[in-house]
C-alpha cells in the first residue's frame, strides 16, 4: 500500500481539520489552548511515522520547514487582518487601545532587553547585538494563542487582549528587522531611517486600502473575496521585498473597511457604495475567520512534527528558559499594576509565545546562526507560558463561577411591607380665626 497516495494526504489533511474543530469546541469548555493540543498531536504523528520508518531515515525538520515559513507567514497575515477587522476605532474606545498600544510596546522593549542580557550571559559566542535579535521573538504575545483562548473573560479584558497581542505581533515585527537589518549591514539603518520608511509605508497602507475599497465595491463577480485576500498577499510580499514594514499594509487596511464610516468622510464618502462595501466587509470577515483556522491548525500541527522533545530535557536549556519566563511575568506585573492598579488577573499571566516566535527565529539567516543557542529554548517557553495561561485561565473561570453561585445562593431577603401609620396633624388656630 502506498503511503504517501492522493487519498491518503487528503484523510489526514481531513483528520486533522476535524480534530482541530473538536480540540476547539473543547478548548471553550476547559480554557485548555487549542494549539497545544494541536502541537502535541503534531508530536504523536511525529512518534507514529519516526516507529514505522515510512521516511526510510530522511529528515522530517528539513522537509516541512519550508511548509511551515509559508504557512507561519500567511497564518501572521490572517490573523493579523483578523484581528483589525474587529477592531472598532469608536470615540470611548480610543483610551483603551492606546493603553494597550503603550503595553504592549513597554512589554515588548524590556522584555527584549532582559532576556537579551540573559542570552548574552548564558549563551556562548552571543554578543549583546545578537542577543537583541534573539530575545525579540521571545518577547513577542502570540495573538494566534490569546484571541481564540480569551473568549470566555469580561469583555473589557477580553477586548484588552485582543488590541495588546495584536500590537505585540506587529510592533515586535517591525523591531525583529530593524535589528535584523541593523545585524546584518554592521551599522543600521538608524532610528531615523526606520522612522522615515515606517511613515511611508502608512501612508502606502491608506492609499492602497482606499484603492482597494473603491475598485472592489464594484466587482460584481462570486469569487471576488478570494481576489482580495491574492491582493493583499501580493501586497505584502512587494512590501517585505522591498524592506518595508508590511504587516502595517494588514493592519491598515483591516481597520479602514472596519471603519468605513471615520474613515470615509466628506468628499471620500461620495464614492463609497455603503451596502456594497459591507457586503465585502462582512464576506471578508468570514473568509478571514476560516482561512486563519485552517492556517493555524496546520502550521501547530506541523510545528509539532518538527520539534525535538529531548532539546527540552537540557538542564542549561530549562535554566535560560525559566529566567527569561520569569523576567516575563516579573516585568508584566510591573507594568499592569502601573496601568490598572491591582485589577490585573488573569492578564499579569495571559502571554504566551507561539507562531510569531517560531517564525521570526527561521527567519534568522544561517549565517548570522549561533552554535551556542538551543531551539529548546523555543520550544521550553511556548509551551511552559502557554500551560501558565491556561492554568490563569481555568483559575479565573473558578474565581468567577464561585462569585456567581454565592450570589445566587444567597438572595436579597425580603420582608413583608406594612404602610405607616399617619397620625393627623391638628393646626393650631390663630387668634380671631372662625371655628
Not at 82 to 102: F, N, P, Q, T
Amino acid at each position: 500500500m502506498e503511503v504517501f497516495s492522493t487519498y491518503n494526504a487528503i484523510i489526514a489533511a481531513s483528520s486533522i481539520l476535524i480534530l482541530s474543530f473538536f480540540f476547539g469546541e473543547f478548548a471553550k469548555k476547559t480554557n485548555i489552548p487549542s494549539v497545544l493540543m494541536l502541537i502535541v498531536l503534531g508530536i504523536l504523528i511525529q512518534v507514529g511515522v519516526t516507529e514505522s520508518n515510512i521516511l526510510e531515515g530522511r529528515n522530517l525538520e528539513k522537509m516541512l520547514l519550508p511548509v511551515l515559513k509559508i504557512l507561519g507567514t500567511v497564518g501572521v497575515i490572517m490573523i493579523v487582518l483578523e484581528a483589525a477587522l474587529e477592531l472598532k476605532l469608536e470615540r470611548d474606545k480610543y483610551w483603551s487601545i492606546a493603553k494597550a498600544l503603550a503595553i504592549a510596546l513597554i512589554c515588548l522593549l524590556i522584555s527584549t532587553y532582559v532576556a537579551a542580557l540573559i542570552l548574552n550571559f548564558a549563551v556562548v559566542g552571543m554578543n549583546m547585538k545578537m542577543a537583541m535579535l534573539y530575545a525579540t521573538p521571545l518577547s513577542i504575545l502570540s495573538s494566534a494563542i490569546i484571541i481564540p483562548s480569551v473568549t470566555s473573560l469580561e469583555f473589557s479584558k477580553k477586548e484588552f487582549h485582543i488590541y495588546e497581542s495584536t500590537f505585540s505581533d506587529i510592533l515586535g515585527i517591525m523591531l525583529f528587522y530593524y535589528l535584523l537589518g541593523d545585524v546584518e549591514s554592521g551599522h543600521g539603518s538608524g532610528f531615523v531611517g526606520f522612522s522615515l520608511t515606517t511613515v511611508f509605508t502608512i501612508v502606502l497602507a491608506f492609499v492602497a486600502s482606499y484603492a482597494i475599497i473603491f475598485v472592489f465595491q464594484h466587482i460584481k463577480s462570486h469569487t471576488k473575496l478570494f481576489l482580495l485576500i491574492a491582493v493583499l498577499l501580493l501586497l505584502y510580499a512587494v512590501a517585505k521585498t522591498f524592506h518595508l514594514s508590511s504587516l502595517i499594509i494588514i493592519l491598515v487596511f483591516g481597520l479602514v473597511i472596519a471603519n468605513m464610516g471615520l474613515f470615509f468622510r466628506g468628499k471620500l464618502g461620495k464614492y463609497l457604495v455603503v451596502e456594497k462595501a459591507n457586503q465585502v466587509y462582512e464576506g471578508l470577515h468570514i473568509i478571514t475567520l476560516e482561512s486563519a483556522f485552517v492556517v493555524r491548525t496546520f502550521f501547530f500541527v506541523i510545528f509539532g512534527i518538527t520539534i525535538t522533545l529531548s532539546r527540552m530535557l537540557s538542564l542549561d536549556v530549562a535554566l535560560i528558559s525559566l529566567a527569561i519566563i520569569v523576567s516575563i511575568y516579573l516585568i508584566r506585573w510591573v507594568i499592569l499594576s502601573i496601568f490598572f492598579g491591582k485589577d490585573i488577573m488573569p492578564q499579569v499571566f495571559i502571554g504566551p509565545r507561539g507562531l510569531i516566535t517560531i517564525l521570526l527565529f527561521y527567519s534568522i539567516p544561517d549565517e548570522l546562526m549561533v552554535p551556542g543557542f538551543d531551539k529548546g529554548i523555543l520550544l521550553f517557553v511556548i509551551i511552559v507560558t502557554s500551560l501558565i495561561m491556561t492554568w490563569a485561565l481555568i483559575r479565573d473561570k473558578k474565581v468567577r463561577s464561585k462569585v456567581i453561585r454565592q450570589a445566587t445562593s444567597n438572595p436579597i431577603e425580603t420582608a413583608r411591607w406594612k404602610a405607616p401609620s399617619v397620625i393627623p396633624v391638628v393646626k393650631e388656630k390663630k387668634h380671631g380665626e372662625e371655628e
